[in-house]
Each structure stands twice: as C-alpha cells, then as structure tokens.
C-alpha cells in the first residue's frame, strides 16, 4: 500500500515531471494483450511500474540493451518442500529463472507436523525475494488409509486465514469426499465460499465434475488429455498445464492453448526437483517447449503470468504497464525465452537481496520416529554349507529375532539342476556348452560378491 508521499511522487514520475528511482531503459516490451512488441524505457518508483512507451530519466537505471521484457512468471501450483530444498534455496534457485510470484501449497510439510508447519512456511514467505503466496492444505491426511504426523480440520486452518500471503484453499484432493457430501469436507468448503478454492480432479467427467465444480472449486491441474481440460474448460474451470520432474502433461495439453483459452489457463511445475531445474530450468522450460510446440508466442507468455494472476485474484501483477507491480523478466530470446535478468517489486535481483533475507527457525528436526539403528540389528549370520569362508565363525547360537540366510550354495545346486533339465527338454545343448565355456569367468566375477557379503560358495 502506497501513501500520500509516494503515490504523489508516482504520478508526477509517471509524467516525466521528476526522476524514477529505477529506469529500465532500451528494452523491447511484450505486450501479452495484443502481441505487440514496443521499443521503450520502463519507469519505476517504488514496486511500482510508472511509465513505459515513452523515454524516462531515473535514479538509478538498468541498460535493456535491446532484450525484450515481458511480466514476471507464476507458478500457479507447487509444494517447495517437494523440490527437496527449503523456501529459501527455492527463492534462489527459481527466482533467477524468472519466476516472480509461486502458489504454494505447504501439504508435505503439513502432513508431517500440522499447523507447525504451515506457520514455518508463511514465516519464511514474509522474507523471500520471491512473492510467495500460500494455499492451505486442505486435505492433511490425504486419505483415511495415510499415517500422518497431523490432522488438520477447519479449526486448525482458520487461524490463517488472515495472513496477508494466504490466498484461499488448497488443491481438494478428496473429491469422493466433496461427491458424498462429507462433513469434515463441507465444513472446509463452506468456510472459503467466497474465496479461493483450489481443484484436483484427475479423469472426473459429466454431472459427477458438476456436482464437484458446484462447491465453487475453480481451478484443475490434474487434467492429463485434450478432452479432459476442454470439458472443464466448458465447465468454467481454469486448467493449469502442468509439466514437473514426474508429471509430465504439457505435450498432451499443449494444443488447449491459444488465442481462445490463454485467459483461461495458467501453468505449473507440481514439482521440479533441483537437478531438472538446474538443466532445463523451472516455468521458463514450459515456456520454451510451448513456443516450440506452435502454441501462439504472445498467448504463451499470457498464460505465464497475465492469466495465472486473474484466475488466483492477484490483481497488482501480470503486466508491464503503469500501475502494475514491477515484477519483468528481461530476455535475450522471446522464442528460447532465455531469461538474464529480472527485476522483482522494482528491485534488480541480485546476491544482495539473497543476503539481506531474515532467517527463519527450522521446525521437525525431531519428527523422524524410527527407532535407532545398531550395527547388531544389521548381522545376518550365514548357515554351513560345504565351504564356509575362512574368515567367518558362525554363531553357536543365532538371534531368533534375525532373520536366517538360506543355503545359497544349495540354492545354486537346484536351479543348476532345474536349469540343466530344462535345456535337455527343449534341446538346447548349444547354449549348454556356452554355459561350460563362461562358468569360470562368471564364477571368478561372483566369488568377490561373495565376499563382501560374507555368502557361503557352493562348489
């Protein structure tokens, strides 16, 4: 929220009539509206962006040298603690990949320590260079038949409502559960009528995804055919395209996007671990291959950020123009949109803001419940055979808690037996005396193996 001073001092930069504390000056501006690429500065006071189309002097400036800029992009769907990293090293890997703004749905951690840790998230929310934006987890278990470490009901849930990086309700996983009307489930749905209502419906079709888009649930990222997401499309629903480190369903949704449905979908990872997004990058990758796949350029870049701001209520973001939030992406390639530089709420990132985060206290560092390992519960004597290593003295009396090793030579003498009469039903004395000709090498290959896993030879 801007005062009196600042709003003033916005207007009056918007004009020329004073300096922008930031000029991005020299770029090529992608309008994601009509298509229209503009040679222009952009002005910035504040997070705010004050000017564009025109030429403008500032207190500070960035030389565009030519590259195009285009909106910040959002990730309308993910779970960061999924990418096995902490929201921190999330913001830094991700943010240089363009990715502005990420709707988080904090269930893994939830799941594990309940309402812990959702707060843990919307602390480290409050200092990351990223926006990051909170759905609640609305299905912790995810299913009767999960040991969880938490429960959570709307009791639990409430208490965050407020939080300014709350957007609404997460992904409803227990669709059964919103089809037969079930109360923990109702209970969740009446308290965010009103709000946002995140969806997971995988393959639900006809008045069964009526009756569920009926609990006033908007958005789908579990569509994985054309058919499918055009159905929920015809239903009023927004479908996230979503391409992660496992699922992967961006080449099947592809064609949904253009010039017709771009205000109606966004996209999303759902997760990308670190090495994919070190190799092949985070939503820029899903920009890139959409472009490269024939989707529309313009309505690509749309999706990314114009469209997934809408449909999530975000209202201040999603385009480079005076009054919206100075969130750019500068690129040296609109077709391979290889992303350089980006400027987040008017500020150029760089390893400064990385450092000047507040840090946040870990939580669960105790949750692991599993009992302490001993060196003892991992022995597993090995039974006499014809030879038993010399190195080994087996135990006069075994652990009858331990499970006992079965006479791996006796095991080899009956499938060799097995073997053997096999191949004289079937005539295979050629790939008998191939078996002779290899068995020393194949034994002096093994006899190693044997060792080191204390097994006992056979002759």
Not at 386 to 410: E, F, K, V
């Amino acid at each position: 929220m801007s005062d009196a001073a600042t709003l003033t001092r916005m207007i009056m930069a918007g004009q020329g009539k004073e300096p922008a504390d930031l000029v991005i000056r020299n770029v090529q501006l992608l309008d994601v509206i009509t298509g229209a690429v503009t040679q222009t500065d952009i002005a910035i006071v504040g997070d705010r962006i004050v000017g564009t189309h025109a030429s403008y002097e500032g207190k500070a400036v960035i030389d565009g040298a030519g590259r195009f800029a285009v909106p910040g992009f959002i990730d309308t769907h993910l779970h960061i603690e999924s990418s096995l990293v902490t929201p921190f090293e999330f913001d830094r890997c991700v943010l240089p990949h363009g990715v502005t703004t990420v709707i988080c749905d904090p269930h893994e951690i939830a799941n594990v320590l309940g309402a812990e840790g959702i707060s843990y998230f919307l602390d480290c929310a409050e200092q990351t260079v990223m926006d990051v934006r909170v759905n609640l987890s609305s299905c912790v278990p995810a299913t009767g038949f999960e040991t969880s470490g938490a429960a959570l009901e709307i009791g639990d849930l409430e208490p965050f409502r407020s939080h300014p990086k709350v957007i609404g309700l997460a992904e409803m996983m227990n669709f059964p559960g919103v089809l037969n009307a079930d109360p923990g489930i109702i209970a969740k749905l009446t308290a965010f009528q009103g709000g946002h209502i995140d969806g997971h419906a995988p393959l639900l079709a006809g008045t069964a995804l009526n009756g569920y888009l009926a609990a006033a649930i908007r958005t789908d990222h579990e569509a994985t055919s054309a058919a499918e997401a055009r159905e929920k499309l015809s239903k009023g629903m927004a479908i996230l395209i979503r391409e992660g480190s496992v699922s992967k369903d961006l080449k099947a949704l592809a064609e949904v996007l253009d010039e017709n449905t771009s205000s109606f979908v966004a996209l999303c990872t759902d997760d990308r671990n670190p090495l994919d997004i070190a190799e092949e990058g985070h939503l820029d990758s899903s920009i890139r291959r959409l472009i490269a796949m024939g989707r529309p350029l313009h309505h690509v870049y749309r999706a990314a950020s114009h469209s997934a701001a809408r449909i999530f209520g975000l209202h201040d973001r999603g385009l480079v123009a005076p009054g919206w939030r100075a969130d750019i992406a500068l690129l040296d390639s609109l077709e391979d949109c290889r992303v350089s530089d980006v400027v987040i709420g008017g500020r150029l990132v760089g390893p400064d803001l990385f450092a000047a985060r507040k840090p946040v206290e870990p939580v669960g560092l105790a949750s692991m419940k599993a009992r302490p390992v001993s060196s003892r519960r991992l022995h597993h004597p090995a039974q006499a055979g014809p030879q038993q290593h010399a190195g080994h003295r087996r135990p006069a009396r075994p652990d009858p808690d331990l499970p006992r090793c079965r006479d791996a030579g006796g095991d080899r003498r009956r499938i060799a037996a097995r073997s053997s009469r096999r191949r004289a039903e079937s005539g295979g004395h050629r790939a008998a005396r191939q078996e002779r000709q290899y068995r020393p090498q194949l034994r002096a290959r093994l006899r190693p193996q044997a060792r080191r896993h204390r097994l006992v030879r056979g002759p």
